[in-house]
C-alpha cells in the first residue's frame, strides 16, 4: 500500500519559512520523481516544485528564488523548504510521487495547509 504522508504545515507571518516533509512508503522511492502541488482557495491545482530520481528540480517561476526542494532516499523522504513567504502562497499543499520518466502522477499525499497571514 503507497501511502505519501505530508508534515510541516501551518500558520506563518508573511516574510516566515516553514519547511514541509512528505514521507513515501510502498514504492522504490528512488526510482520516483517527487514533488509538490498546491491549491488556493477558489483557484486550480498548480505545480510547485519536483525533484526527478536524478535530483534535477524545476520551480513554477512564483516560488523561484524562495522555495527549495530536496529528497533523501535514505528516508524516503522529500522535503519544500519555503521562505520568503508571501499571503499569496497560502494554500493546500500536496506532495506527490511520478514513476520516472512517465509524465503523469502515480500517487498523492492528502495535502498540508499553509495558511500566510499576519
Known amino acids: 500500500q503507497v501511502q505519501l504522508v505530508e508534515s510541516g504545515g501551518g500558520l506563518v507571518q508573511p516574510g516566515g519559512s516553514l519547511r514541509l516533509s512528505c514521507a513515501a512508503s510502498?514504492?522504490?522511492?528512488?526510482?520516483?520523481?517527487m514533488g509538490w502541488y498546491r491549491q488556493a482557495p477558489g483557484k486550480q491545482r498548480e505545480l510547485v516544485a519536483q525533484?526527478?530520481?536524478?535530483?534535477?528540480?524545476n520551480y513554477v517561476d512564483s516560488v523561484k528564488g524562495r522555495f527549495t526542494i530536496s529528497r533523501d532516499n535514505a528516508k524516503n523522504t522529500v522535503y519544500l523548504q519555503m521562505s520568503s513567504l508571501k499571503p499569496e502562497d497560502t494554500a493546500v499543499y500536496y506532495c506527490?510521487?511520478?514513476?520516472?520518466?512517465?509524465?503523469?502522477?502515480?500517487?498523492w499525499g492528502k495535502g498540508t495547509l499553509v495558511t500566510v497571514s499576519s
Open positions: 506527490f510521487a511520478r514513476k520516472d520518466p512517465s509524465p503523469g502522477v502515480d500517487y
Open positions: 525533484i526527478t530520481s536524478g535530483s534535477s528540480t
Open positions: 510502498g514504492i522504490i522511492f528512488s526510482r520516483h520523481a
